[in-house]
């Protein structure tokens, strides 16, 4: 079965060749952007424009059908308007194209009588079943390991683990760009739109089955049939995390929901028990979206709850300890060894509690001291830790001739050395540590406020190593929580796992 399903997607994401049907060379038409798109991302593959009046795009021949096509087509990148739809799809069902991406809205989002026109589509689409076909009313798919980009907006993240599905196409975009901002690389992205014929739950199937995929994204609006998606998902979680955004969870996001992509959100909190059940992770907004789908790459699991929160200023420590017990989380008392550990090397106005503020104690060595002593604690799960990256953030900064130290570039380049060697010791710590013990470290610091990871040697080195930083305590400890919930779930259901 598992064969049958990496088979039967294989024209979609490993495609030999690829026709745009609807090419064309205005710069405001879908047909441009998906072919400029597909050529900027270097495919290796066949490339067909398909365009009616053009004998030649972007210096490829054109065909006027895709039945003109001398080789055989694989994928078939649909964007004509829905009127000639059914002859295109008719067309690729004669020529045996193995797969096609519906992009051309003004389907079942619409109207009744749109809706009908979709209904006659999947009709012909089901004349054969082999056919895998993506929308309408979709943005495109990706493919980082076939170097297939074939979508309307221009985005070529690195390959990664992370693979999407999407009802959305913009909001599968915006995860996309959450990760370049944060250099974590991608899989496989679908903008599955209106859905009518491959739904959520298949594509969740095939990321299930698929070796490349370490963890699931998945935005929903609606489900075609929800019993279906619990089934699946039930299968895929106790291998591999799934991790949800929700639209549609209020009255007024239900109503937008319907008329985005024909979905109805349905009843949002019996939806969500049930999701919780199975396994997969809920979340709120993007960035609790990205980054606990990030952490599954490069965090072990908890064994507990029981966390301590090390930073190097007070007030983040106040605000993460605040938010980890709000997530459940247990912010435990310090054992008295690690305080003895802990008052044999730092200054003594540190704060002799949990949150540990180190209160910027002097020593480039100190804050991965600090990280050992407590995370060797056997009564300790994992650690919040705030504060790394500064080094980079001050090289930045000193672009900036107001910044105060501007007219003193010795003691600038000084500084900048300093706060640079601390955080290389810290991040070998980190990386170090997490393998060492088995315990999540979970990072946050204001130096990804803002610009996030690029140009910052500290954390795009971390980022590497699937170590992603936080821009808030409040989005770290989200993050420590959920990975807790999802360890909760996997122990229940006797899966093995790091930390389980």
Not at 8 to 25: E, H, K, N
Not at 97 to 124: K, L, N
Not at 136 to 163: H, R, V, W
Not at 190 to 199: F, K, L, M, Q, Y
Request: glycine fraction near 10%.
């Amino acid at each position: 079965m598992k064969r049958e399903l990496i088979d039967r997607f294989r024209p979609l994401f490993y495609p030999q060749s690829v026709a745009v049907i609807g090419a064309s060379m205005a710069p405001t038409k879908w047909g441009f952007g998906i072919t400029h798109n597909i050529i900027q991302g270097r495919y290796p593959g066949a490339l067909y424009p398909i365009n009616l009046k053009q004998k030649e795009i972007m210096s490829r021949k054109a065909y006027p059908s895709v039945l003109d096509v001398p080789g055989p087509v694989d994928l078939a990148m649909v964007v004509v308007p829905p009127p000639k739809v059914m002859g295109v799809i008719k067309n690729c069902q004669a020529k045996k194209v193995g797969a096609a991406v519906i992009i051309t809205a003004g389907f079942g989002e619409v109207g009744p009588e749109e809706r009908r026109m979709q209904d006659e589509v999947t009709r012909q689409i089901r004349k054969t079943p082999e056919f895998v076909v993506i929308g309408p009313n979709c943005q495109g798919i990706m493919s980082t390991e076939a170097k297939l980009y074939a979508q309307i907006i221009f985005a070529q993240p690195s390959a990664g683990d992370l693979s999407i599905v999407s009802q959305s196409g913009n909001v599968g975009a915006t995860a996309i760009q959450w990760g370049q901002m944060n250099r974590c690389g991608f899989n496989k992205f679908v903008s599955s739109g209106n859905e009518a014929i491959t739904t959520t739950e298949d594509l969740i199937e095939y990321y299930g089955a698929d070796s490349t995929t370490k963890v699931i994204l998945s935005y929903v609006e609606g489900l075609k049939d929800a019993r279906r998606f619990l089934e699946v998902a039930r299968r895929v979680t106790p291998h591999k995390p799934i991790v949800m955004l929700k639209g549609g969870l209020t009255d007024a996001g239900g109503k937008a929901a319907a008329s985005h992509t024909g979905s109805m959100a349905g009843q949002a909190k019996i939806f969500e028990g049930a999701c919780r059940q199975v396994g997969v992770t809920m979340t709120y907004d993007f960035d609790e979206f990205f980054f606990t789908a990030a952490a599954f790459l490069g965090q072990p699991l908890p064994k507990g709850n029981r966390v301590v929160v090390v930073t190097l200023g007070g007030g983040w420590g106040v605000i993460a300890a605040d938010a980890a017990i709000r997530e459940g989380l247990d912010v435990i008392p310090l054992d008295k060894k690690i305080i003895e550990k802990l008052n044999s090397f730092l200054e003594s106005r540190w704060s002799h509690n949990n949150p540990v503020d180190l209160a910027a104690s002097e020593g480039e060595d100190l804050l991965s001291r600090t990280l050992e002593a407590v995370i060797s604690d056997p009564n300790v799960d994992g650690i919040i830790q705030l504060g790394v990256g500064f080094g980079g953030r001050i090289r930045e900064m000193r672009k900036n001739p107001s910044f105060l130290l501007a007219d003193n570039p010795a003691l600038m380049d000084l500084v900048i050395d300093r706060v640079e060697k601390r955080d290389r010791i810290v991040t070998e710590s980190i990386l170090e540590l997490k393998e060492r013990y088995g315990k999540p470290i979970i990072s946050g610091s204001d130096a990804a406020v803002g610009r996030g990871v690029p140009g910052n040697v500290t954390l795009e080195h971390l980022s590497r190593h699937n170590h992603f930083i936080h821009q808030t305590p409040l989005r770290a400890a989200r993050t420590f929580a959920n990975l807790i919930r999802y360890t909760a779930f996997r122990r229940a259901v006797g899966a093995n796992s790091p930390g389980v």
